[in-house]
Each structure stands twice: as C-alpha cells, then as structure tokens.
Nanobody, 124 residues
C-alpha cells in the first residue's frame, strides 16, 4: 500500500524559506514519478514541481527559480525547497506519486497516490 506523508509546512514572512518533505513507503520509490501540488482556498489544485523516475524535473512558471524539487532514493523521501516565498504561495501542499512514466507531470489527473497535505502560509 502506497503511503505518502508530508511535513515541513508552516508560517513564514514573505521572502522567507521552507523545506517540505514527503516520506514515501509501500512501493519501489525510485521507479515512480513524484510531484508537489498545491491548493489555495477556492482554487483548483495545481502542479508546482515534479521529478520523474530518471531524475528530470519540471516546474510551474510561477515557481521557477524559487523552488527546487529533489529526492533521496535511499531515504524514500521527496523534498521541495521553497525560497523567496510570496503571499500567493500560501496553500495546502500535497505530495503525489505515480508508477512509471506519466504524460504531463504537473497534471493532477496523472497521479493516483496522494498525501494528506501540509499547510504553507506566507504573510506580507
């Protein structure tokens, strides 16, 4: 059974940094595509960053140059380093996983496994 558990969220001021973690279990971690998504109140869930099984990364335009996705296969953990945070980054952040290759890695519809989310709040 695939399990994803996020941590690292919190409240920061604009310009600050946070690092989110997603501990994964129940599957062959290295062969999965992994992604970070976020959902603000009243808005649809959107893709933030993803890392494929071969290590290639993708980012939403809104976070390019500020966020970095990475993974540690030995620890079965996915990370999202978020720098230069803005109030518009405020959202619930979710980790997601899908076996093998996916089509569009930042699409919510491509992923079947989700964590419970961790809240990020950025104040101005």
């Amino acid at each position: 059974q695939v399990q994803l558990v996020e941590s690292g969220g919190g409240s920061v001021q604009a310009g600050g940094s946070l690092r989110l973690s997603c501990a994964a279990s129940g599957y062959t971690y290295s062969s999965y595509c992994m992604g970070w998504f976020r959902q603000a109140p009243g808005k649809e869930r959107e893709g933030v960053a993803a890392i494929d099984s071969d290590g290639s990364t993708s980012y939403a335009d809104s976070v390019k140059g500020r966020f970095t996705i990475s993974k540690d296969n030995a620890k079965n953990t996915l990370y999202l380093q978020m720098n230069s945070l803005k109030p518009e980054d405020t959202a619930m952040y979710y980790c997601a996983a899908e076996a093998g290759r996916v089509g569009y890695v930042l699409s919510v519809d491509e992923y079947n496994y989700w964590g419970q989310g961790t809240q990020v709040t950025v104040s101005s």
